[in-house]
């Protein structure tokens, strides 16, 4: 069975950091991994996804993320947060040639400060 | 491309009324819908995987006779929530498979439901 672990649910950074979300995930065959963001009141949206090729993975907005198969890692990272990186950020796997089935991570907000 | 549409968006009912949510995949066909629900401040929680025409498949714990899922095309999915009661309030939101890029699920807005 796969699972996502998000570390910290919730991160508080200020305008212009560094902006760095964990995300471990435990999966017994080679998984795919995604990192989605959520608005207020709205569905998920695709920021990028990691589907056994590169294993940086640049998606939209600035961000990326970097596969790591030895630390079971996909952690999502910004150079330089803006106010409307503020969001709900969720990380999520599932398994090569499985029945598509993501499972979610708990969630991490991200606070910008100004 | 990739858009996923819901409707309605918000949708207050009375306790014991059925409510339907539309999910519409709008350029693409999806063979494969899922429906999720999520509590406040709570991740996602699927509740069905919906093929077209065929039966949905539901997750454990999900009743599916409370539930009821028809996928009767290949762009529309609809969740009917029967009977509905102040619990299953809740932001329910679909999700759906663009073909030739089966790994990755584009979501609808999401559908927020309160029954008084």
């Known amino acids: 069975a796969q699972s996502v672990t998000q570390l910290g649910s919730h991160v508080s950074v200020s305008e212009g950091a560094l902006v760095l979300l964990r995300c471990n995930y435990s999966?017994?065959?080679?998984?795919?991994l995604f990192w989605y963001v959520q608005y207020p009141n709205q569905g998920l949206q695709l920021l990028l996804k990691y589907t056994s090729a590169a294993t940086l993975v640049k998606g939209i907005n600035g961000f990326e993320a970097e596969f790591k198969k030895s630390e079971t890692s996909f952690h999502l990272t910004k150079p330089s947060a803006h106010m409307s990186d503020a969001a709900e950020y969720f990380c999520?796997?599932?398994?090569?040639?499985?029945?598509?089935?993501?499972?979610f991570g708990q969630g991490t907000r991200l606070t910008i400060n100004p | 491309g990739a858009v996923v549409s819901q409707h309605p968006s918000r949708v207050i009912c009375k306790s014991g009324t059925s409510v339907k949510i539309e999910c519409r995949s709008l350029?693409?066909?999806?063979?494969?819908m899922f429906w999720y629900r999520q509590f406040p401040k709570q991740s996602l929680m699927l509740m069905a995987t919906?093929?077209?025409?065929?039966?949905?498949?539901?997750e454990q714990g999900v009743e599916k006779d409370k539930f009821l899922i028809n996928h009767a095309s290949l762009t529309l999915s609809t969740l009917t929530v029967t009977s509905a009661h102040p619990e299953d309030s809740s932001f329910y939101i679909c999700?759906?498979?663009?073909?030739?890029?089966?790994?990755?699920?584009?979501f609808g807005p999401g559908t927020r439901l309160l029954v008084l």
């Open positions: 999700s759906a498979i663009l073909w030739g890029e089966q790994e990755t699920q584009y």
């Open positions: 999520a796997v599932s398994i090569v040639a499985g029945a598509q089935k993501l499972v």
């Open positions: 919906s093929n077209e025409g065929s039966k949905a498949t539901y």
């Open positions: 350029d693409f066909q999806a063979t494969t």
């Open positions: 999966s017994s065959v080679p998984p795919y």
